[in-house]
C-alpha cells in the first residue's frame, strides 16, 4: 500500500534551517508530484511548493520563496523539504502529500503523518 | 491569490443528522475543488476530489457539489466516526485552503 513516512519531531532556534524527509513506498516514486503542507497550531493548512515527478522542477509559494528548497532522491524515493531562518512563526506540524498526478495542481490521496517542528530560543 | 471561505466554523450535530458544509472561493475555480476530513493530531484525509467525486473507500453518505464559487459537502447521515474537522481546498491556480468546519456532538 502507498505510505509517505516523514522524519521526526524538531526543535530549532531562531535563525537556524531544518530538514525534513518524507520516504515514500507502495507505488512507482518517479510518476507522482510530492507536495508540501504545513498546519500551524489551530490554523488552516497552508501550502508551500511541490516539486515535479517528471523532471524534479519545483514551484514555490510566494510566501516561502527564497527560504524553502525542495528536492527530491530518486533512488531512495525521498523527497526533503529544507526550510531556512527560522522564527517562531514557522512552528508548526509540516506534512508531505502525494499529488494525483506527476505534474500540475491537484488534489492530494496520501499524506505522510507530518513532522512536528518547533521553533524556540 | 484566490481565498477559500467556509462556513460555519463550527457545526453541532447528532448522530443521524443530515450535514452541510459551504465553501466559496474568491473567483471561479470551475470544478478544481477538494474536500479533506481532519482528525486531531492526524492527517488529512482525501474525501471528494474535482468538486464531486467520491475518492476510493470513502463511505458513499459523503457527497460534494457545486462548480464556479460555490461548493458543498453532505453527510447524508451524521456517523460517531465523522465528528472532524473538515477542509475545502481549491487546485485551479496555485494551492490554498478554506479555514476548515469543525463539526461536533450536540
Known amino acids: 500500500q502507498v505510505q509517505l513516512v516523514q522524519s521526526g519531531a524538531e526543535v530549532k532556534k531562531p535563525g537556524a534551517s531544518v530538514k525534513v524527509s518524507c520516504k515514500a513506498s507502495?507505488?512507482?516514486?518517479?510518476?507522482?508530484?510530492i507536495h508540501w503542507v504545513r498546519q500551524a497550531p489551530g490554523q488552516r493548512l497552508e501550502w508551500m511548493g511541490w516539486?515535479?515527478?517528471?523532471?524534479?522542477?519545483?514551484v514555490y509559494s510566494q510566501k516561502f520563496q527564497g527560504r524553502v528548497t525542495i528536492t527530491r532522491d530518486t533512488s531512495a524515493s525521498v523527497d526533503y523539504m529544507y526550510l531556512s531562518s527560522l522564527t517562531s512563526e514557522d512552528t508548526a506540524v509540516y506534512y508531505c502529500?502525494?499529488?494525483?498526478?506527476?505534474?500540475?495542481?491537484?488534489?492530494?490521496?496520501?499524506w505522510g503523518q507530518g513532522t512536528p517542528l518547533i521553533v524556540s530560543s | 491569490d484566490i481565498q477559500m471561505t467556509q462556513s460555519p466554523s463550527t457545526l453541532s450535530a447528532s448522530v443521524g443528522d443530515r450535514v452541510t458544509i459551504t465553501c466559496r472561493a474568491s473567483?471561479?475555480?470551475?470544478?478544481?475543488l477538494a474536500w479533506y476530513q481532519q482528525k486531531p493530531g492526524k492527517a488529512p484525509k482525501l474525501l471528494i476530489y474535482?468538486?464531486?467525486s467520491l475518492e476510493s473507500g470513502v463511505p458513499s453518505r459523503f457527497s460534494g457539489s457545486g462548480s464556479g464559487t460555490e461548493f458543498t459537502l453532505t453527510i447524508s447521515s451524521l456517523q460517531p466516526d465523522d465528528f472532524a474537522t473538515y477542509y475545502c481546498?481549491?487546485?485551479?491556480?496555485?494551492?490554498?485552503f478554506g479555514g476548515g468546519t469543525k463539526v461536533e456532538i450536540k
Open positions: 502529500a502525494r499529488s494525483r498526478y506527476s505534474n500540475g495542481w491537484t488534489d492530494f490521496d496520501h
Open positions: 507502495g507505488y512507482t516514486f518517479s510518476s507522482y508530484a
Open positions: 516539486i515535479n515527478a517528471d523532471n524534479s522542477n519545483t
Open positions: 473567483q471561479s475555480i470551475s470544478s478544481w
Open positions: 474535482k468538486a464531486s
Open positions: 481546498q481549491q487546485y485551479n491556480t496555485y494551492l490554498t
